[in-house]
Nanobody, 125 residues
Framework: QVQLVESGGGLVQAGGSLRLSCAAS????????MGWFRQAPGKEREFVAA?????????FFANSVKGRFTISRDNAKNTVYLQMNSLKPEDTAVYYC?????????????????WGQGTQVTVSS
């Protein structure tokens, strides 16, 4: 089992950058594929990015963030990161990290068994 805690959210102007972190408990972090999702007010939770387990050699992104966001992991620190550049007002949402006991999680929230509490990202225009 793994517990997840996100941090790094905040208020930023359009065009700016933020880096979200997700710290995981447990000694088997590298065994989990990780993902980031987000949920804006009044909208359903949507996929943002995913990274494979172990060395994280596989990544994929939602089309809406491709080229602007990157995902990475540091297994020594039990942490996954979401670097967000060129932020837009439509990126405003609560961002959640999630873990899946598999090689690579997909873009469906049902594929992930563990979730953090979320961190708010607000992008002003």
């Amino acid at each position: 089992q793994v517990q997840l805690v996100e941090s790094g959210g905040g208020l930023v102007q359009a065009g700016g950058s933020l880096r979200l972190s997700c710290a995981a408990s447990g000694r088997t972090f590298s065994s989990y594929a990780m993902g980031w999702f987000r949920q804006a007010p009044g909208k359903e939770r949507e996929f943002v990015a995913a990274i494979s387990y172990s060395g994280g050699g596989l990544t994929f992104f939602a089309n809406s963030v491709k080229g602007r966001f990157t995902i990475s992991r540091d297994n020594a620190k039990n942490t996954v990161y979401l670097q967000m550049n060129s932020l837009k007002p439509e990126d405003t949402a609560v961002y959640y990290c999630a873990a899946a006991r598999r090689v690579l999680g997909g873009d469906k929230s049902s594929e992930y068994g563990y979730w953090g509490q979320g961190t708010q990202v607000t992008v002003s225009s």
